[in-house]
Nanobody
Framework: QVQLVESGGGLVQPGGSLRLSCAPSVSRFLTNAMGWYRQTPGKQRELVATITSGGTTNYGDSVKGRFTISRDNAKNTVYLQMDSLKPEDTAVYSC???????????????WGQGTQVTVSS
């Protein structure tokens, strides 16, 4: 498995901004897509945003227009810029990686341990 190192969570006031980052611990694999999901107690994991190796992005409806996902291909790092944060954005945000060990291998998925984002005054 590929370990994912996340950073950037914390406490922010409503209307504020945070930026999350996620980088894999190793680089010898082929990335299909990276992104973020979030979860709160008692609820199912929810898509936040993903970005493919080709740069195609996909956002959850609740974050469209407020969050922006981007990638630094040289560092194989994905970023999530979160603006206009709302209390309902409070959740554990987990980094997601869909990858292949080689061109002929099957896709695999790795998850980060999660970082807490709390939006509160």
């Amino acid at each position: 498995q590929v370990q994912l190192v996340e950073s950037g969570g914390g406490l922010v006031q409503p209307g504020g901004s945070l930026r999350l980052s996620c980088a894999p611990s190793v680089s010898r694999f082929l990335t299909n897509a990276m992104g973020w999901y979030r979860q709160t107690p008692g609820k199912q994991r929810e898509l936040v945003a993903t970005i493919t190796s080709g740069g195609t992005t996909n956002y959850g409806d609740s974050v469209k227009g407020r969050f922006t996902i981007s990638r630094d291909n040289a560092k194989n790092t994905v970023y999530l810029q979160m603006d206009s944060l709302k209390p309902e954005d409070t959740a554990v945000y987990s980094c997601y990686l869909n990858f292949k060990r080689s061109i002929m291998s099957a896709p695999q998925v790795s998850w980060g341990q999660g970082t807490q984002v709390t939006v509160s005054s």
